[in-house]
């Protein structure tokens, strides 16, 4: 059970390209999300899905897209990355469990620099 | 003002000793709240959730005071492996968490 799966772990991009993160889970989880994670910020939420077909946004979307085609895959774009994008990004998954304080499971990461 | 606020620390302690942490959150419809764990340069791994009643698993408890906008958490018998950053979360909704900063801790020998 391989859980949450992210690719790259590393990447280096230059000002102006654009990438997609990859993110897998194995767990058939309704719930997906991406957080990036800074010095001194705590990790915040760029954009969310609650299931297949349905996203949404979070706190710092500006820059980033998603889909959701299946259940098991969360793509993250980036659509033209700039420095302010240098960051870890994690992307996690959770099942509702039928109750409210069901965890999230998280990958490894993808570090992300921007030059 | 952040929606969870921690002290950052370090907490510094040696082997064998209690530590507690405290983290204040400023949303009072917040519905679920949880410690994670997170390693040097590692993903966040849930410790536990936490539970209006208190609730404890081995060495660890958690308290929540709704009143108060107040969660704790307890480490008693500290191990060199406690160490690392220890991040509460609350959420209003399943589908968003909202992270405080963390607290690190060292446990030295």
């Known amino acids: 059970n391989a859980g949450v799966t992210q690719t790259p772990k590393f990447q280096v991009l230059k000002t102006g390209q654009s990438m997609t993160l990859q993110c897998a889970q194995d767990?058939?989880?309704?719930?997906m999300s991406w957080y990036r994670q800074d010095p001194g910020m705590g990790l915040r939420l760029i954009h969310y899905?609650?299931?297949?077909?349905?996203?949404d946004q979070g706190e710092v979307p500006n820059g980033y897209n998603v889909s959701r085609s299946t259940t098991e895959d969360f793509p993250l774009r980036l659509l033209s990355a700039a420095p302010s994008q240098t960051s870890v990004y994690f992307c996690?998954?959770?099942?509702?469990?039928?109750?409210?304080?069901?965890?999230?499971?998280f990958g490894s990461g993808t570090r992300l620099t921007v030059v | 003002r952040k929606e969870v606020e921690q002290d950052p620390g370090p907490f510094n302690v040696p082997e064998g000793a209690t530590v507690a942490f405290n983290c204040t959150y400023s949303n009072s419809a917040s519905q679920s709240f949880f410690w994670y764990r997170q390693d040097c340069r590692k993903e966040p791994k849930l410790l536990m959730s936490v539970y209006s009643s208190g609730n404890e698993d081995g060495r660890f408890t958690a308290q929540l005071n709704r009143a108060s906008q107040y969660i704790s958490l307890l480490i008693r018998d500290s191990k060199l492996s406690d160490s690392a950053t220890y991040l509460c979360v609350v959420s209003r909704r399943h589908d968003k968490l909202i992270f405080g900063t963390g607290t690190r801790l060292q446990v030295f020998p």
């Open positions: 767990m058939n989880h309704e719930y």
């Open positions: 899905s609650v299931g297949a077909g349905i996203t």
């Open positions: 996690a998954s959770s099942s509702s469990g039928g109750a409210p304080n069901y965890g999230y499971t």
